[in-house]
Structures are given as structure tokens and as C-alpha cells.
């Protein structure tokens, strides 16, 4: 019987359009390989229990916290992270966020983004209620929430009138 434990394993991924091949630890979550072993310093931790919503990407087009996955169950996967989400959307939410004040100090700002970016490109006709719970997930401590809402409500129905 072998009782060698497994430290280590190697994951093939696509991160931001560009195939990696990596050799991982197999507790590392994904938020720190992200951070840590490509610099992509955009995911944020916060909580580190999936609560705060400050390590959001997309993994295969959905969602999710970094802090909660395994980077080894993302063999074969696609991940994108705030360095690479610069589309059209994505472009209109920052602008609406800078003239709404719907950021202050920036640190949730990157998950922020992407959560809404999703609500946006899933459900531009969502109203306020929808919006807020949408983005219940994501945690900012310092605008009170208002703007941001103010923020993803009018991309949506820029989005609508188009």
C-alpha cells in the first residue's frame, strides 16, 4: 500500500484567453494561484469564506468565488478575471460608477464590476429589487450601495433603449 499523499498536481486552463499549464498545490484556492502565481492582482481577498464577494471571476461563463475553488478543479476550464473583462459593458459600468460615485476606495470595485457586468449581459431589463439582489453577494463598505445601484440601473436601460 502507498501512502505517498499528493502535494502537487498539474492543471492545463485558459486564463484570460491565454492556455496555461501550471503545476499547482493541491490545496491552493484559486484566488491566491490567481494573485500569486500569474499577478493578477485584481481578485481581491477579502473574507475568505465566500461571503464578501471581493474574489469574484468567471469560471466557464459563471460567476464564483476564487476563495471557494481549488485552482486543481480547474483543469480544463476557462477563467477570466477583471484584468481581462474590458468589453463594452464592462467599459459603460465604470464610466456610470465615476460619475455616480459609486466607488471609493476601490477594493470591491473588481468583483463589483463583474457581478454586474453579468446581470447586465443576463438580464438588462432587471429593476432595482433584482440588481440589488444580484449583487447581495458583493460587499462594499464604503458607498453605501445606492450609487452602485444607480450605477447598474443605468447601463441596464442603456442597454434596453438600444
Known sequence: MNNAVQTAT???LVVNGEQLT???SVRRNLADFLREDLGLTGT???CEHGVCGACTVKVNGAI???CL???VQLDGAEVITIECAANDVITDLRREFHVRNALQCG???PAMLLTAADIVENNPQAGRAEIREHLSGNYCRCTGYQSI???VEAVCRSRTKS
Open 69 to 71: 475553488m481549488l485552482a
Open 149 to 151: 445601484i444607480d450605477a
Open 22 to 24: 501550471r503545476q499547482v
Open 10 to 12: 498539474t492543471v492545463t
Open 44 to 46: 481581491h481577498v477579502g
Open 107 to 109: 477594493f470591491c470595485t
Open 64 to 66: 464564483v468565488r476564487a
